[in-house]
């Protein structure tokens, strides 16, 4: 039995067998079963084939700021860094046209090099798959989160990728990282950007991800 659930869910669906695998979207590394495994979050592709040339620093978002996004939105706010925000009163823009906030944050990934990403409500992030897909580069704060096929490439090869215990128990400096990493990759930015699609298509697309699901 194949069972795909996509939900902010994380909590045990079914008891271990051998003969079922879950895909589901949130979970936790820590403690899912054997059986359980990472489902991406599905999306339209908005890409336009356009990736930035030579592109300067900045880090884009478009959402709320719960579920422990403000600490470090306002760290970045705060910083010397460009950013480049669009903070909502809540989950899915409310009180804004759906079609008008869908491409704000499109436009918001499109024009950024950097997102920033980080969990909502489950233990996962639509805006991580959504950055890939726009074959841009993730700031991805990892929450004891699982992501899909992650034996088939380097999760760390895709841009800045930190576990937030890390960052929290040897008081790391983000802003000191992004900035080294920009420096250091500044003639690949572009190869990065283009292999992050790349990634997407393989293991995060509906077709790529179904591909190596029947493998």
Not at 14 to 20: A, D, G, R, V
Not at 121 to 138: C, E, H, K, L, T
Not at 147 to 174: A, C, M, T
Not at 190 to 214: A, D, H, M, T
Request: aromatic letters at 16%.
């Amino acid at each position: 039995l194949y069972l795909f659930f996509n939900d902010d869910y994380d909590k045990p669906l079914l008891p271990y067998s051998e003969y079922i695998k879950i895909y589901r979207t949130s979970m936790n590394n820590s403690t899912k079963l054997d059986n359980e495994f990472s489902l991406p979050a599905f999306s339209p592709d908005y890409f336009d084939n356009n990736y930035l040339q030579k592109p300067k620093l900045s880090i884009g978002y478009c959402g709320h700021k719960i579920h422990g996004r403000d600490t470090y939105l306002d760290l970045f706010l705060n910083s010397d860094l460009k950013t480049d925000f669009i903070l909502r009163k809540g989950f899915w823009a409310p009180g804004i046209d759906k079609l008008q906030a869908r491409r704000e944050y499109i436009e918001n990934l499109d024009n950024n090099l950097f997102t920033f990403c980080y969990r909502g409500a489950g233990n996962f992030s639509y805006r991580f798959y959504d950055v890939m897909m726009m074959g841009r580069i993730p700031i991805l704060i990892r929450t004891d989160s699982v992501y899909p096929f992650e034996d088939k490439y380097d999760l760390k090869s895709i841009g800045i990728v930190l576990e937030e215990n890390d960052i929290k128990n040897n008081s790391l400096d983000l802003i000191k990282i992004i900035k080294e990493y920009y420096e250091e990759n500044k003639d690949n930015l572009e190869n990065i950007q283009k292999e992050n699609r790349e990634i997407w298509k393989r293991y995060y697309s509906p077709c790529g991800f179904l591909e190596n699901v029947i493998q």
